[in-house]
């Protein structure tokens, strides 16, 4: 696998990246003496969640500082993109797609990897990024890589009914734990 800083040529091969995920159950999220935990609750109906990689490539100023790619035989099959908030210290992972045929193969492990190791990264004190209670697998993939949660918004995506709820996850720098990696 390559993992490399991505360049506006590769805009069309991450567009097309199939980050489609099957939608089966949520993670109910409850604060229990200043921490979260989750269980996993199936829902009565499988959904599919999309993303619209090729509107996030475009944004006009990008929300992000630099990004990665991951390419497995010759093909682009992940991207991250993260950004430094100075004021804080916080190392924003903004953007963290994988292709669906390239899941379970390390490719979000060495893109974070890609994103710790940045320049940009010796500056912060912390990582933090944002998915959703119906995203279990990436919950799950993020508790892995060494991420707790720690904050919900109800109404990040909009204050109705059947709206996303938005789960903040974070990990200290200088401690993460990122499986296949020596630490720094």
Not at 83 to 97: D, E, F
Not at 135 to 150: D, L
């Amino acid at each position: 696998m390559l993992i490399r800083p991505y360049n506006v040529a590769d805009r069309g091969s991450v567009a097309v990246l199939d980050v489609e995920t099957d939608v089966n159950s949520i993670a109910v999220l409850r604060l229990t003496d200043g921490r979260f935990t989750w269980i996993e609750s199936p829902l009565e109906v499988t959904r599919k969640k999309h993303h619209n990689l090729a509107e996030y490539l475009v944004e006009d100023p990008t929300s992000w500082d630099e990004a990665f790619v991951a390419i497995l035989d010759g093909l682009v099959v992940g991207v991250a993109a993260a950004s430094l908030a100075s004021w804080n210290r916080r190392l924003i992972l903004q953007h963290m797609y994988v292709n669906g045929t390239a899941r379970g193969r390390g490719v979000g492990t060495a893109l974070l990897h890609a994103v710790l190791s940045s320049e940009r990264a010796k500056d912060a004190q912390h990582v933090w990024l944002e998915t959703q209670t119906d995203n279990v697998p990436a919950i799950r993939a993020y508790e892995r890589m060494g991420f707790r949660v720690v904050g919900v918004d109800e109404t990040l995506y909009g204050d109705r009914e059947g709206a996303d709820t938005a789960v903040f996850m974070s990990q200290p720098l200088g401690r993460q734990h990122v499986p296949g990696h020596a630490q720094p």
